[in-house]
């Protein structure tokens, strides 16, 4: 058996197999890595009867690291309730595999900043990091129906509170790094309404004793949803239970112009594989058109070589590249804003509507690879 890291590779739905062969391209040009290709999702249910079947989940436990692209698609929608459903496979292999820290990063390239709906001197300087708590809350707790009456229950315990937060945390100082910039965390709950959430900030607010040099926060989920969109650059990392991360970071990715540009990474305890996954979804509108955009997935792969494989430098050359192609204009459908108003200045290159094999080859090209 050689030593190459072992990737289990989930291509999934829709736009999923077209970014996830993006990303594993890329991966191929950068070194040695073993994949091993499997179904879950839709395209699980189709073949096995269920979205994501023990084998899986055993060889993701057994992998260094899972790419994922998207699951999900009209073809699985049902209102049945005992109907096996897509979204099923991610949540238990977030489950079984323990990923409970979900890390967001929003940083729009300088190229996208008119792509944003928000004004460019809104957006200047953002770069934030949602940390999401993933395997716990009202996604996981009791759920059921009872003739008219539906319920889904929220629960969290101080040990699933405290470990998020470290996460943050540790986020935080990690990237304040030696810039001689406080670090902040902006802890989000509902305090005011929820138990869960008064535990929430108690929690949060005895771990912050142990980093005293980074600054904390607490918005009400609502306010920090205003906050947002109206002073996005003032946040550093923004912590989050399941379901406010859920949305929020959705909220957050737009912020970027596409949310085709934002990666994620999921991780479990220290040394267990992590999963790498575009935020954005299946997309079966334009499944097999080759017109997807593949950089959050590149961005994703970035990911996973940083937390995964500890090679941070690969990563941030990653980072570069994607920036370097927006720079010279190359745009997805997604990106394109179609529309040239005024003849382009002499430094602004005119944007080029290219696909996903084209997108791919400029990173590539980038890099040097
Ligand atoms: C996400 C997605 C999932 C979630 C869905 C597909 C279950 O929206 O990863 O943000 O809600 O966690
Ligand atoms: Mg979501």
Same mark, same amino acid.
């Given at each position: 058996?050689? #030593?190459?890291?072992?990737?289990? @590779?989930?291509?999934? !739905?829709? /736009? ?5 062969? %993006? =990303? +594993? ?126 319920? #889904?229950?929220?629960?969290?315990? @101080?040990?699933?509170? !405290?470990? /998020? ?5 540790? %986020? =935080? +100082? ?146 570069? =590249? ?48």
């Amino acid at each position: 058996m050689s #030593d190459a890291p072992r990737i289990v @590779v989930l291509p999934g !739905d829709g /736009i999923g197999p077209e970014i996830v062969a %993006a =990303a +594993r391209t890329l991966l191929e040009s950068l070194g040695e890595f073993e994949f091993d290709e499997r179904l879950m999702g839709g395209c699980s249910i189709d073949a096995h009867g269920v979205a994501l079947t023990d084998e899986v989940l055993e060889a993701c436990l057994g992998a260094d690291a899972v790419l994922l692209g998207a699951v999900g698609g009209p073809k699985w929608d049902t209102t049945d309730p005992d109907a096996p459903r897509p979204e099923q496979g991610l949540l238990g292999l977030r489950k079984g595999m323990g990923l409970y820290a979900n890390l967001r990063p929003v940083r729009p390239s300088p190229a996208l900043v008119g792509a944003s709906p928000l004004r460019e001197e809104r957006i200047a300087g953002t770069d934030l990091l949602v940390v999401r708590e993933l395997t716990g809350g009202i996604y996981f707790g009791d759920s059921g129906r009872d003739g008219d009456v539906a319920h #889904d229950t929220c629960e969290y315990s @101080v040990e699933e509170i !405290d470990r /998020i937060a470290r996460t943050a945390f540790e %986020a =935080a +100082r990690r990237r304040a790094g030696d810039s001689g910039r406080r670090p902040k965390v902006t802890s989000v709950d509902k305090d005011n309404v929820l138990e869960t959430s008064r535990l929430w900030r108690e929690v949060v607010g005895r771990v912050a004793g142990n980093y005293e040099d980074v600054e904390l926060e607490h918005l009400l989920v609502d306010n920090a949803a205003m906050q947002l969109v109206s002073r996005p650059a003032d946040f550093d990392v923004v912590l989050a239970e399941n379901l406010f991360g859920d949305i929020l970071s959705d909220e957050a990715a737009m912020l970027t112009g596409s949310l085709g540009m934002l990666p994620s990474a999921s991780l479990g305890a220290d040394g267990a594989p992590g999963l790498f996954e575009p935020v954005h979804g299946s997309a079966p509108d334009i499944a097999g058109r080759g017109s997807a955009n593949p950089l959050a997935t590149i961005l994703s792969a970035a990911m996973m070589l940083r937390h995964g494989f500890g090679r941070g430098a690969d990563a941030a050359r990653i980072e570069t =590249a994607v920036d370097a192609v927006l720079e010279r204009g190359l745009r997805t459908p997604d990106l394109a804003s179609g529309t040239v108003a005024q003849p382009p200045m002499v430094d602004v290159p005119q944007e080029v509507e290219v696909g996903t094999t084209e997108m791919t080859a400029a990173v590539l090209e980038e890099l040097g690879a």
